[in-house]
Structures are given as C-alpha cells and as structure tokens.
T-cell receptor, first 112, second 112 residues
C-alpha cells in the first residue's frame, strides 16, 4: 500500500517564477494538508483541502494556492517566487473524522 | 499566536543512555502528536495522545501528556544509534482533522 507520494523531489526555480507541486494521498485518505519546512525549523501549516475545497488556511500570502482533484490528489501552486520560499514542502494526508497524518518525503524547492 | 516550545534544541548522548525531550505551550491542546524525521524524509508519526495525564509506551519510548494538556514529554530508555533524528511535537487545538502546529524540534544524535 503506497503512502503519500510527492513530485518532484527536487526543484530549482528563479525568483519571480511560478511553481506547481503535486501530491497523491495515501490510499483511503481524503484530506490533504500542505506544510512548509524551512531549514532547521518545524513544518508550518499552509492549508488543508477536503472535498475539493480549502478547509483551513495558515498565515501564508495569496501567492500560495492549491487545488484538490476528485481522486483526492492535490497541487500546491506558488506564484512570484521569493528567495524566502526556498524550503521543503510537505504533503500530509489523513482520513476525515480521524487524526493521525501520513507525510510524504517532500519536495525540496530552491529559489535562486 | 499559539506556540510550541521544544527543549532541548540539540541533544547528543552516548548509546545506552536515557534522555527526555520536552514540549510546552501556554495553550491547551485537544491532542498532541510526536513525530520523528530523518534527513530528506517527511515526519513519521510515533504517537498521538489525547487525554490529560495519559502515558503511552512504544518499546523504549515513553510519551506523557500533561494533566492540563499543555505539555508533553518523550523519554527514551537505553538510546540506540537508530534513534538519531529530528523529534517534533505537534499540537492540534480541536479534534478531528485540525491543522497541526509544530514545535521547532529536538535534533537528537546518539553516539556509538
């Protein structure tokens, strides 16, 4: 049973560009959350998707947006990239009405 | 702002020794989770505690939730080199698929 799958694993972008990160949740999970983890810090909550809608959002600017598809997979989009957006982006899936998250291995984004 | 403080930030001990990591907040959690994260990987859930005063054991790891549900500790007995990693506590302030607020982590190194 595959866990959470994220792609790509690594990405280098130039400041001002746009990026799309992808996540396939664990089989049977219907809720997807995205986190940003800067080097040496704990993950910070970006937003959560359930039933194809954004259910909760953390303190991130509108440059960060997302989408959830009918098959529960999700995308994270970041526009107008800044150097400070360089981080490990983690996707976590869970089954609604339960807690306990399964994390993917993340996408390492470097903005130059 | 709801913050989770972990201590110590770094810990390096000899194999076979015991250690305790702490997670503290001024707010009351509905549940608290502990994760371990290896380099280049996403966090892996170790345990979820939900009841004040609850103690859970996972082999050599003992997790305790404070009576007031504001703090937690992780105790490792007879540490092994395989315990090396970043230990993260994460709190949720509502039951269900609530966003997690992570602590800054404790980087544990076990010396052979």
């Amino acid at each position: 049973d595959a866990g959470v799958t994220q792609s790509p694993t690594h990405l280098i972008k130039t400041r001002g560009q746009q990026v799309t990160l992808r996540c396939s949740p664990k089989s049977g999970h219907d809720t997807v959350s995205w986190y940003q983890q800067a080097l040496g810090q704990g993950p910070q909550f970006i937003f959560q998707y359930y039933e194809e809608e954004e259910r909760q959002r953390g303190n991130f600017p509108d440059r960060f947006s997302g989408h959830q598809f009918p098959n529960y997979s999700s995308e994270l989009n970041v526009n107008a990239l800044l150097l400070g957006d360089s981080a490990l982006y983690l996707c976590a899936s869970s089954l609604d009405s339960n807690y306990g998250y399964t994390f993917g291995s993340g996408t390492r984004l470097t903005v130059v | 702002t709801q913050l989770l403080e972990q201590s110590p930030q770094f810990l390096s001990i000899q194999e076979g020794e015991n250690l305790t990591v702490y997670c503290n907040s001024s707010s009351v959690f509905s549940s608290l989770q502990w994760y371990r994260q290896e380099p280049g990987e996403g966090p892996v859930l170790l345990v979820t505690v939900v009841t004040g005063g609850e103690v859970k054991k996972l082999k050599r790891l003992t997790f305790q939730f404070g009576d007031a549900r504001k703090d937690s500790s992780l105790h490792i007995t007879a540490a092994q080199t395989g315990d090396t990693g970043l230990y993260l506590c994460a709190g949720a302030w509502n039951f269900g698929n609530e966003k997690l607020t992570f602590g800054t982590g404790t980087r544990l190194t076990i010396i052979p």
